[in-house]
């Protein structure tokens, strides 16, 4: 996090992103947030809970920063300071793999789909149940 | 060649045709595995997005137990091999210090023990099919290759591995400029849209090339590539049916392997038609029946 | 026969605040009556005129033989003396000067009797070295009047062409057919979008009409021999097959000529072809053709791995009998006093920069391709510039190769010109045009259809026809834009050449990390670590064509003084006393020249060429064998056997210092000058470099019963004689052994680093090594 002042700002990591194109925020946006040291905006940008820690923004950063890792950590400060807050499926998988100290997936299925309502919930039913034939549901 | 065998939560569930087919296929490499007893969670993304103390100490367990067998540690989910792996560099580099007396183990991945630890030429010289009649796509997703590429040299940019092995079964591989972009698979429960997008992008692209199927290394691109196909092709509003192998699967294949030994009876997406093109055995009465269905 | 010494000490009394610091009255009798001592003197009127008469008239008297001044002086009131006294007849060698200033007395009443009781130290140990001065008279070794060049780019042909105008004669090594190197290879020279070859032929006309350049092309240097000077250079020439005095390029062998090659340079362009035309065909290049890049020497050249087996088709057509296809390689051998390399740059290879699909995509070319390609394609309408691929980028090249902004800017013009229509986006983290240059920019950015984005893209994709498909960040409005484009130029770094790694290998010249040959910048840009071996142009660094000649004109300038008859060297070389001498090779082993060779009996010798009278081989030797003249190892002892018995016991910590004359001892100096207080019990001596501290002066100044050493060197990367200060820290174990069969903490003795302006943390660091000695308490050995 500290590595921060050393981004030279090129746009790599943002353009290399597979979901900056789906937020109106990009890493190095986040980044610059941070080296103008505003770092509330930057625990509330919703751009963060997008990432889906792909790697592609460290592995291109020409100056070899951390990007993901400075992404994670904000993730966990911004909750830590109640500044933003994540998704319920991340709660829910922490939550189960204290518990049972490992994950059913379709257990961690319904329960994300009881805060985000699936988009096609027909034929996620349907598939719950190709699943099931296939024994892929234990 | 022996390894201690790190499953994780998916090759148990949804990737357990994952594990079969990598179960079936490895006795015939002389790969010795030993399962690990009472392993948990490695904590995916999601520890290292809400608690850091938790992600660092997970992986721990898993690990320890590999030294002390004396064995180095394969796990067939990247995203298991990225956390086991980032636990093994830190102790490496002393933060923490390594907490066991004996040698600290490595770490790898499939790919990594297929072509770097075990060798094409190990490989070729046991296929007994050649599987000239598919192309084949491969596909890498993210974790594969990076930050950790197999062997520490593949490039992580345009990686030949998964290439050159498919090419050794007599298929063709497509050379796909896509194939280590992101699937979305890890936004599947939290941003479905966004997850659902990324993976239409991809079959955008590879559909263009018809691929007699795909092949992945991954048991969560496997998830959104086959399971979630139906729901790709929903958002594109265009068919398409490809099925979608584990590399282990293509390899049994090349081994004459029974469809079901390999698992592919499990596969959402029917790989009947590929099976037929190859003149399989297991392209029998049961699977027609399935994919008419 | 040794004269004995007769000592002159004087004073110069300028009336000022020195003479009142310190009770003169006290000091001029003791040392009127010390051992050597002839006359002590206060001048009264200081450096005036007629006491320097008054001087001379004594000396020329024959009443003392060596000259002890004694006061504070400038350079230039040093020089002065020492060239008026040279006239009498007086060896310049023979003074010695005490400045009491820059050893740290100033004025202050309270101090008085201490100050006068430093001064007697100071004064005492200069008295030391005075006995020990020796008359030196400079040394000449043979020169040669002729200089090997190795590179026949830009640079050399320039280097070349200064030398011979200077009278000198110049082989010129180059390993391609032709000069002309990559300067020859490009398209247009901003700023003035003009064809290199308009100056490249005038700097060939030049060296045609000289006889002093012998060019060798299919050339390669294998071994070099001998020293400054001297050198002996073995270079092996591969066969040329066409006899270079013969051919006169009629060009009647190209028309019977049965094989044609694909073009030097540049990618085939299959992106702007149908395969059915055979992109190879247009290719003119025969087996046998004209010198590349230039055609010149004008002599033809034959590959002829190319050529049918028993083809003989140039050979019968040839008028002058110039072909001569059973030529076998020779080696040839040259006498020089000096080389200068200009061994060049290649590009950086672009496969390595993987998500720009360089190699992948015939449409995805480097900005070198871009020079030659031929831009009179209409279906070319969208073009990309990457800028810094590879470069400033931690994965590939750490440093900006300083050209490729303009070469890019140059390009769009150039471009623009000959197809208007065509849309061009340049990606770029920052213009790099300094100076002129910026008028270049600004004529660029003013263009239509010339897009600047600052950025760089993440990847390259293919995409429909052909195309690449381009994502990138526009990060001034934040926005992602998807764009596709026809053709994309990669701005690749500069990186020294093959040839630059080949040459350093064969010469032994040390290179940087970036694998640039390294100098001494700014105090010593032109030397190369190897006496007499001098670089310029990009081996030396990424550059543009002017630094290039500029630097390779600059080096050769700098070999002139190796291109005379006779070379003169300053006396104060090294001296080896090999009866002391148990052949260990350190001296070989530390030389930071290479300077030291081995007799067949294995006693050392130094080849004074080569040598920097640096000193480090004084410092190494475990024996005390070598010694430097003019700062012999006895003269050092001298000193330091003087100070502790001078200096009578107190509570305060004895310190000694080593100072380097580049960096320490200015800063030293300047402390002094501008008043800053500089502790009473601290004395230092001055070493050409802290290497040549020996080890044992060091325990012996511990053993004298000094407190402490202090080492004062330069910071790294910055001595002269390129790592002293490293070698005196390399020899810290042998010290530290030392140390510990004297029962002495390795505390005592301190290692820093100095710059020339550090005068205050100069003083701080004295300061607070003298804390940490007094907490240590006084040395063992201190009675």
């Not at chain 3, 993440?458 to 026809?465: G, H, I, L, S, Y």
């Not at chain 3, 002293?724 to 810290?732: A, E, F, K, P, V």
Request: glycine residues 8%; aromatic residues 8%.
């Amino acid at each position: 996090m500290e590595r921060v002042s050393e981004c030279v700002q090129c746009g790599r990591c943002s353009a290399g992103c597979p979901v900056a194109f789906e937020s109106d925020h990009s890493p190095r946006q986040i980044i610059r947030l941070l080296q103008l040291n505003l770092r509330r905006e930057a625990y509330r940008n919703p751009f963060l809970w997008f990432c889906a820690t792909c790697q592609a923004c460290s592995t291109r950063c020409p100056r070899g920063l951390p990007v993901l890792d400075i992404m994670l950590a904000l993730r966990r400060e911004g909750e830590e300071q109640g500044e933003a807050k994540a998704p319920a499926f991340y709660h829910a998988f922490l939550q189960m793999s204290e518990r049972r100290g490992r994950i059913s997936e379709w257990q961690l299925g319904l329960k994300a789909a009881w805060h985000q309502f699936p988009r096609h919930p027909l034929a996620d039913a349907l598939l719950f149940l190709r699943l099931l034939r296939r024994g892929k549901i234990r | 060649m022996k390894y201690l065998y790190y499953p994780g939560c998916s090759l148990k569930g949804t990737a357990r045709d994952f594990e079969e087919s990598f179960k079936a296929i490895a006795p015939v490499f002389g790969i010795e595995i030993e399962e690990a007893v009472d392993w948990g969670c490695c904590g995916a993304s999601v520890a290292k997005s809400l608690r850091k103390d938790l992600a660092e100490r997970l992986p721990l367990k898993t690990l320890d137990q590999a030294a002390g067998r004396g064995l180095d540690l394969l796990t067939l989910c990247p995203n298991c091999y990225l956390n086991h792996k980032q636990a093994q560099s830190r102790i490496q580099k002393g933060e923490p210090a390594n907490p066991s007396p004996f040698r600290f183990p490595d770490v790898k991945q499939l790919l990594e023990v297929l072509g770097f630890d075990l060798g094409l030429e190990e490989i070729r010289r046991r296929l007994v099919c050649s599987l000239a009649e598919i192309n084949v796509l491969p596909y890498y997703g993210c974790l594969t290759v990076r930050p950790f590429p197999p062997g520490g040299t593949e490039s992580r940019e345009n990686p030949r591995i998964m290439e050159k092995l498919i090419a050794i079964t007599g298929a063709k591989p497509f050379s796909f400029p896509y194939k280590v972009d992101c699937c979305g698979g890890g936004l599947l429960l939290s941003k479905e849209r966004v997850a659902l997008k990324l993976a239409g992008r991809l079959w955008q692209e590879a559909g263009k090339l018809s691929p007699d199927c795909l092949v992945v290394a991954c048991p969560l691109c496997h998830f959104m590539l086959d399971a979630k196909q139906q729901a790709v092709e929903r958002e594109l509003g265009k068919k398409l049916g490809i099925p979608v192998l584990y590399v282990t699967q293509l390899l049994g294949l090349a081994l004459g392997m029974d469809h079901k030994k390999l698992g592919l009876h499990r596969l959402l997406t029917s790989p009947y038609a590929l099976l037929k093109k190859l003149n399989h055995p297991g392209e029998n009465a049961k699977l027609r029946k399935k994919a008419a269905s | 026969m040794k004269i004995p010494s007769k000592i002159a000490i004087f004073f110069a009394n300028e009336g000022d605040w020195l003479s009142r610091s310190i009770d003169l009255e006290a000091i001029v009798p003791k040392f009127s009556r010390a051992k050597n001592v002839s006359c002590c003197e206060v001048l009264p009127n200081g450096w005036a005129r007629n006491n320097q008469e008054d001087i001379t008239g004594n000396f020329r008297e024959g009443r003392f033989n060596r000259i002890l001044w004694v006061g504070r002086f400038s350079p230039e009131q040093r020089k002065l003396r020492e060239t008026d006294l040279e006239a009498a007849g007086l060896n310049p060698y023979l003074h010695e000067w005490c400045d009491l200033e820059e050893q740290g007395i100033r004025q202050d009443e309270d101090l008085r009797e201490r100050m006068t009781q430093k001064a007697a130290v100071v004064i005492q140990m200069s008295l030391a070295r005075a006995r020990l001065l020796e008359p030196l008279e400079p040394i000449s070794i043979p020169g040669t009047n002729a200089l090997l060049l190795v590179g026949g780019g830009t640079a050399g042909l320039h280097a070349a062409a200064a030398l011979a105008k200077a009278g000198k004669q110049v082989y010129l090594i180059e390993q391609e057919c032709g000069v002309g190197g990559k300067v020859a290879q490009l398209g247009r020279l901003y700023p003035r979008i003009c064809d290199p070859h308009c100056g490249l032929d005038f700097i060939i006309e030049k060296i045609r009409q000289t006889s002093l350049i012998e060019l060798h092309t299919l050339s390669r240097v294998v071994e070099i021999q001998g020293g400054p000077g001297n050198f002996t250079v073995r270079v092996a020439k591969a066969p040329r097959y066409v006899i270079e005095d013969r051919c006169n390029a009629c060009g009647k062998c190209l028309k019977v000529c049965p094989v044609v090659l694909p073009k030097e340079t540049g990618p085939a362009w299959p992106f702007l072809k149908s395969p059915e035309d055979g992109s190879e065909a247009t290719s003119s290049r025969r087996a046998i053709h004209p010198a590349w890049p230039l055609n010149y020497p004008t002599a033809y050249v034959i590959e002829r791995s190319a050529c049918p087996p028993d083809c003989r088709q140039c050979v019968q057509v040839c008028p002058n009998g110039a072909v001569a296809l059973e030529q076998l390689p020779e080696e040839v051998s040259f006498q020089v006093g000096a080389v200068l390399v200009t061994s060049g740059w290649d590009p950086y290879a672009l496969e390595k920069v993987e998500e720009y699909g360089y190699g992948q995509y015939p449409n995805v070319i480097s900005n070198l391709e871009m020079e030659l390609l031929d831009a009179s394609w209409p279906e070319i309408r969208e073009v990309g510039f990457i800028q810094c691929a590879g470069s400033r980028d931690e994965r590939h090249l750490n440093y900006c190769s300083t050209v490729c902004c303009s070469v890019t800017l140059k390009q769009v013009l150039a471009l623009k010109e000959k197809s208007p229509e065509t849309h061009c986006y340049v990606f770029y983290q920052d213009i790099r045009t300094s100076g002129l240059g910026e008028e270049l920019y600004q004529r660029v950015k003013a263009l239509e259809g010339v897009v600047f984005i600052r950025a760089n893209p993440a990847w390259v994709r293919p995409r429909e026809n052909g195309r690449l498909g381009l994502r990138v960040e526009d990060t001034f409005s934040g926005k992602e834009l998807d764009l596709t484009l026809d053709l994309l130029v990669l701005a690749g770094a500069m990186v020294p050449s093959a040839g630059t790694a080949q040459i350093a290998e064969v010469l032994k010249l040390p290179r940087n990390a970036e694998g640039f040959f390294e100098s001494h910048l700014p105090c010593h840009p032109e030397e190369s670590q190897r006496t007499g071996i001098r670089t310029g142009g990009a081996s030396r660094g990424p550059m543009g064509i002017d630094r290039a000649i500029e630097t390779a004109q600059q080096a050769a300038l700098d070999a002139l003084p190796f291109l005379q008859e006779n070379i003169l060297l300053a006396p104060t070389i090294p001296i080896l006393n090999l009866a002391k001498c148990d052949k260990c090779k350190r001296c070989m082993e530390e030389c930071p020249f290479g300077s030291f060779s081995f007799d067949p009996e294995g006693f050392p010798r130094v080849d004074l060429g080569k040598c920097r009278q640096c000193g480090g081989c004084m410092g190494t030797c475990p024996l005390q064998a070598v010694s430097l003249r003019h700062t012999t190892i006895e003269q050092l002892a001298a000193q330091i056997r003087v100070v502790k018995p001078s200096f009578p016991a107190r509570e305060e910590p004895l310190v000694l210092a080593f100072l380097c004359r580049n960096d320490a001892y200015p800063a030293v100096r300047a402390a002094a000058k501008s008043g800053l207080h500089i502790p009473l019990n601290f004395f230092f001596i001055t070493v050409p470099c802290v290497g040549a501290v020996n080890n044992a002066l060091i325990a012996d100044a511990l053993a004298f019963g000094i407190d402490g050493v202090w080492i004062a060197g330069c910071k790294d990367g910055q001595c002269h004689y390129i790592k002293g200060n490293q070698l005196i820290q390399t020899r810290g174990d042998d010290l530290r052994a030392k140390l510990q069969s004297m029962i002495m903490e390795p505390g005592r003795v301190r290692l820093v680093n100095l710059e020339i302006r550090d005068s205050r943390s100069y003083v701080q660091l004295i300061q607070s090594y003298i804390e940490e000695l007094k907490e240590m308490g006084p040395s063992p050995l201190r009675s």
